[in-house]
């Protein structure tokens, strides 16, 4: 029994026969997962291996068994060897480790960049054995020198263009800034470092906010590009205006890991689109401010500005114009115009065209009544019925503005043609008259001989003829003068309208067995008014001349003077002057103040037809107001109306 009971010696072999079978078994294992490895797995001494696993065929193409025992150099890129040998012989401390990438040489030829991670030990002989992995890492290589190579080339063209490279890897907060970047703004590399800093400290404050915004739109959104006008700060002070565009990477989810872009100096045009738009901003100003109208068409042919002289002109709303077409546009100022004148352009025709319209309700003034038989007309108000318009077109064919049309007022420059021409007209017959008459007389004096009583009835006319010569002679001058508003020829002070009145009336007391004068103050001397007493004097003579003139025998002429309030409520101080004489209809009231006209039927009575002319001027001169009322064949009553004390006012105003 004794010889079946285990002795020590056996439970030691037992022990040993199972670790070694445990052993065997783990080098089996191990074997396998160093044959399934895609990395090599090797151990060298002095730089010959003495292990590698079976991924060392793939990377080399050569087995494993010709590989052992021989050199690691036999396989290092030649370029390479005296680096690598370098690194992997020599060591000041042991155990060392060696991280080094470096180029092998396949069985084909083919050159393959690997990663070596080696462990370094030296042994009590002074040699070194080294235990290690080797991975291949060609594709890596070749993707990041195919980056780079493509970044150095992204570097040279945007250079070329003037542009500057960013890259903002928002993974780590990495942020790339490269030299033209910098130089843009007066930097060198060295001098700015690449941090998010760097751009947000460059910035604008005044575009910092909304730049910061405009990122954070882009990271939050989902779109692919991103672009941003701002201003960075120059080295030397100055701000350098940047088109900053840049390209997001994004992942599955659309969340950005990366931003990558360029930066492009368009401060010169900005400032080219500055100057335009102050340009602009010029022009429209001018066409705000300009007298003239005008209105301009799309290509398209529509309305897309009118500017307010065509509005004023015309009466129009601008929401009635805009965007309208050019054929609605034509047939609004069909219905505006007058027929006599009417709105006919051809498109062919670049003329200019004369058109007439009506006057706006806010211009057609007077607004009382009047009918064929009575009229009654303030003058300081009154204006002409129509507008004479001078269209010119413009083609220009581009791409805002295709047609301009260009409205001018011409009322006042024909009216005042035509009165020059009747002006020029009237006077040569007015001045011819009486020189015909001189004339006539002097060559019967020269030619024929006459006793002493007709010699001196010759000579009667011919004076007669020179005074009336003088007189028209100096009714165009006072009334160039007038016109000139030539101030020397005024002498104001302050005065009462009474005395001015009494004056002109006692200059008719001669004729008093024709016409008697009623005179009715309502108003005494302390009434004033700040005026040029012989010009009003002047004045109301020559419509008491008139009331004279053209009144029966007999019929008295009614003087009043009065206060008032104007429609402006200003307090006036007036005289009127009523006469029961043939009057006047409508249209003859409308040319009472025309220079040189007289009504058909008064041919028979001497005058020049610049009595009321002088009057109107020297009314207007000293601010005031004419009223006409008359009715044909009843007689006439005329106002002249003036500030009341109103010196300060007047002698403050420009005479123009």
């Given at each position: 029994?004794?010889?079946?009971?285990?002795?020590?010696?056996?439970?030691?072999?037992?022990?040993?026969i199972?670790?070694?079978?445990?052993?065997?078994?783990a080098?089996?294992?191990?074997?396998?997962?160093?044959?399934?490895?895609?990395?090599?797995?090797?151990?060298?001494?002095?730089?010959?291996?003495?292990?590698?696993?079976?991924?060392?065929?793939?990377?080399?193409?050569?087995?494993?068994?010709?590989?052992?025992?021989?050199?690691?150099?036999?396989?290092?890129?030649?370029?390479?060897?005296?680096?690598?040998?370098?690194?992997?012989?020599?060591?000041?401390?042991?155990?060392?480790?060696?991280?080094i990438?470096?180029?092998?040489?396949?069985?084909?030829?083919?050159v393959?960049?690997?990663?070596?991670?080696?462990?370094?030990?030296?042994?009590?002989?002074?040699?070194?054995?080294?235990?290690?992995?080797?991975?291949?890492?060609?594709?890596?290589?070749?993707t990041?020198?195919?980056?780079?190579?493509?970044?150095?080339?992204?570097?040279?063209?945007?250079?070329?263009?003037?542009?500057?490279?960013?890259?903002?890897?928002?993974?780590?907060?990495?942020?790339?800034?490269?030299?033209?970047?910098?130089?843009?703004?007066?930097?060198?590399?060295?001098?700015?470092?690449?941090?998010?800093?760097?751009?947000?400290?460059?910035?604008?404050?005044?575009?910092?906010?909304?730049?910061?915004?405009?990122?954070?739109?882009?990271?939050?959104?989902?779109?692919?590009f991103?672009?941003?006008?701002?201003r960075?700060?120059?080295?030397?002070?100055?701000?350098?205006?940047?088109?900053?565009?840049?390209?997001?990477?994004?992942?599955?989810?659309?969340?950005?890991?990366?931003?990558?872009?360029?930066?492009?100096?368009?401060?010169?045009?900005?400032?080219?689109?500055?100057?335009?738009?102050?340009?602009?901003?010029?022009?429209?100003?001018?066409v705000?401010?300009?007298?003239?109208?005008?209105?301009?068409?799309?290509?398209?042919?529509?309305?897309?500005?009118?500017?307010?002289?065509?509005?004023?002109?015309?009466?129009?709303?601008?929401?009635?114009?805009l965007?309208?077409?050019?054929?609605?546009?034509?047939?609004?100022?069909?219905?505006?115009?007058?027929?006599?004148?009417?709105?006919?352009?051809?498109?062919?025709?670049?003329?200019?065209?004369?058109?007439?319209?009506?006057?706006?309700?806010?211009?057609?003034?007077?607004?009382?009544?009047?009918?064929?038989q009575?009229?009654?007309?303030?003058?300081?108000?009154?204006?002409?019925?129509h507008?004479?318009?001078?269209?010119?077109?413009?083609?220009?064919?581009?791409a805002?503005?295709?047609?301009?049309?260009?409205?001018?007022?011409?009322?006042?420059?024909?009216?005042?043609?035509?009165?020059?021409?009747?002006?020029?007209?009237?006077?040569?017959?007015?001045?011819?008259?009486?020189?015909?008459?001189?004339?006539?007389?002097?060559?019967?004096?020269?030619?024929?001989?006459?006793?002493?009583?007709?010699?001196?009835?010759?000579?009667?006319?011919?004076?007669?003829?020179?005074?009336?010569?003088?007189?028209?002679?100096?009714?165009?001058l006072?009334?160039?003068?007038?016109?000139?508003?030539?101030?020397?020829?005024?002498?104001?002070?302050?005065?009462?309208?009474?005395?001015?009145?009494e004056?002109?009336?006692?200059?008719?007391?001669?004729?008093?067995?024709?016409?008697?004068?009623?005179?009715?103050?309502?108003?005494?001397?302390?009434?004033?008014?700040?005026?040029?007493?012989?010009?009003?004097?002047?004045?109301?003579?020559?419509?008491?001349?008139?009331?004279?003139?053209?009144?029966?025998?007999?019929?008295?002429?009614?003087?009043?003077?009065?206060?008032?309030?104007?429609?402006?409520?200003?307090?006036?101080?007036?005289?009127?002057?009523?006469?029961?004489?043939?009057?006047?209809?409508?249209?003859?009231?409308?040319?009472?103040?025309?220079?040189?006209?007289?009504?058909?039927?008064?041919?028979?009575?001497?005058?020049?037809?610049?009595?009321?002319?002088?009057?109107?001027?020297?009314?207007?001169?000293?601010?005031?107001?004419i009223?006409?009322?008359?009715?044909?064949?009843?007689?006439?009553?005329?106002?002249?109306?003036?500030?009341?004390?109103?010196?300060?006012?007047?002698?403050?105003?420009?005479?123009?």
């Amino acid at each position: 029994m004794s010889d079946l009971i285990p002795t020590d010696n056996d439970n030691l072999l037992l022990e040993n026969i199972r670790l070694s079978k445990a052993l065997a078994e783990a080098e089996l294992n191990f074997s396998r997962l160093i044959a399934q490895l895609s990395e090599v797995v090797l151990t060298m001494k002095d730089g010959f291996f003495t292990f590698l696993n079976p991924a060392w065929e793939t990377i080399t193409g050569v087995s494993v068994e010709q590989s052992l025992n021989t050199s690691m150099q036999n396989y290092i890129h030649f370029d390479d060897v005296n680096n690598v040998w370098e690194q992997l012989s020599t060591a000041d401390i042991f155990p060392a480790e060696r991280q080094i990438e470096f180029r092998i040489i396949h069985k084909n030829r083919q050159v393959r960049w690997v990663a070596l991670t080696a462990q370094l030990n030296q042994t009590q002989n002074a040699s070194i054995e080294i235990t290690g992995t080797l991975r291949d890492i060609t594709d890596h290589i070749v993707t990041q020198q195919a980056l780079t190579a493509s970044e150095e080339r992204y570097e040279l063209v945007a250079s070329s263009f003037n542009d500057g490279i960013w890259d903002w890897n928002l993974s780590n907060n990495d942020v790339y800034l490269s030299p033209r970047w910098k130089e843009m703004l007066g930097y060198s590399p060295a001098e700015l470092p690449n941090a998010l800093t760097t751009w947000t400290d460059l910035v604008h404050p005044d575009d910092l906010e909304s730049a910061l915004e405009s990122v954070e739109n882009f990271l939050n959104g989902h779109d692919t590009f991103y672009e941003n006008i701002h201003r960075l700060k120059h080295k030397q002070g100055d701000w350098v205006w940047i088109l900053d565009r840049g390209i997001a990477v994004r992942d599955k989810s659309g969340k950005a890991s990366r931003i990558y872009g360029a930066h492009t100096d368009v401060t010169s045009l900005r400032n080219v689109e500055e100057t335009l738009l102050q340009r602009e901003r010029e022009l429209n100003d001018i066409v705000t401010i300009s007298p003239d109208g005008i209105v301009t068409f799309t290509p398209e042919k529509m309305v897309s500005s009118v500017n307010p002289a065509f509005l004023s002109m015309t009466g129009f709303n601008c929401d009635d114009l805009l965007f309208i077409s050019k054929n609605e546009f034509d047939q609004k100022m069909m219905t505006l115009c007058d027929a006599e004148k009417p709105y006919k352009i051809d498109i062919e025709n670049t003329a200019p065209l004369l058109i007439q319209i009506s006057k706006t309700k806010e211009e057609n003034l007077p607004a009382q009544a009047k009918t064929s038989q009575n009229s009654k007309f303030n003058f300081s108000h009154h204006q002409p019925r129509h507008r004479i318009l001078r269209l010119t077109q413009y083609y220009l064919n581009n791409a805002t503005t295709a047609i301009i049309l260009y409205f001018r007022d011409v009322t006042l420059e024909i009216e005042m043609d035509r009165m020059k021409s009747e002006f020029l007209s009237v006077a040569a017959h007015e001045l011819r008259t009486p020189i015909s008459s001189i004339y006539g007389y002097s060559e019967l004096l020269i030619n024929r001989e006459f006793d002493d009583v007709a010699k001196r009835g010759i000579l009667q006319a011919i004076y007669d003829q020179c005074s009336s010569l003088v007189v028209l002679i100096n009714d165009l001058l006072d009334l160039a003068r007038l016109e000139t508003r030539s101030q020397p020829f005024f002498h104001f002070e302050l005065q009462p309208l009474t005395a001015i009145i009494e004056e002109a009336i006692s200059s008719f007391k001669m004729h008093e067995e024709i016409h008697k004068i009623e005179a009715h103050y309502f108003v005494d001397e302390s009434s004033l008014i700040y005026a040029d007493k012989d010009q009003i004097k002047r004045a109301v003579l020559n419509v008491l001349n008139n009331a004279f003139k053209y009144s029966l025998n007999s019929q008295n002429i009614i003087v009043n003077v009065q206060l008032r309030t104007s429609e402006l409520s200003e307090k006036q101080i007036g005289v009127t002057i009523e006469d029961k004489g043939i009057g006047m209809n409508p249209d003859q009231v409308s040319r009472i103040f025309d220079r040189f006209w007289r009504a058909d039927n008064v041919s028979d009575i001497v005058g020049t037809g610049l009595g009321m002319a002088l009057v109107k001027e020297i009314i207007d001169f000293h601010h005031g107001e004419i009223e006409v009322e008359s009715v044909f064949g009843q007689g006439t009553k005329i106002g002249l109306w003036l500030p009341l004390n109103n010196s300060q006012s007047i002698e403050n105003k420009e005479y123009k």
